[in-house]
Nanobody
Framework: VQLQACGGGLVQAGGSRRLSCTASGRTDSSYALAWFRQAPGKEREFVAAITWSGFSTDYPDSVKGRFTISRDNDKNTVYLQMNRLKPEDTAVYYC????????????????WGQGTQVTVSS
């Protein structure tokens, strides 16, 4: 599976941004999709995950209620809607995929996109 993320950019604190990630290649099997982020000097951090069906999602407390993950399997695309952005949300955002169940640890995901930078100004 190849993943291509886009949608990053500069946004003011309190604003919104939607990221997209499109999968190609082996997309005929069910796979979970997730978003992680990594700020300079910090470890990669879990942001959101969604099952193949879309019925189950998971978020850490740091983004719960502000971020929403969704997917369109017809388009092989996962989205991350980010609202009420804060400067601490600034990071490179990565999408990831795996054929296993939902996970919040990077090592649980086999496939990764190239990342897209989100910068939130105060």
């Amino acid at each position: 599976v190849q993943l291509q993320a886009c949608g990053g950019g500069l946004v003011q604190a309190g604003g919104s941004r939607r990221l997209s990630c499109t999968a190609s290649g082996r997309t005929d099997s069910s796979y979970a999709l997730a978003w992680f982020r990594q700020a300079p000097g910090k470890e990669r951090e879990f942001v959101a995950a969604i099952t193949w069906s879309g019925f189950s999602t998971d978020y850490p407390d740091s983004v719960k209620g502000r971020f929403t993950i969704s997917r369109d399997n017809d388009k092989n695309t996962v989205y991350l809607q980010m609202n009420r952005l804060k400067p601490e949300d600034t990071a490179v955002y990565y999408c990831a995929a795996d054929y296993a169940a939902l996970g919040a640890i990077p090592i649980q995901y086999e496939y990764w996109g190239q990342g897209t930078q989100v910068t939130v100004s105060s």
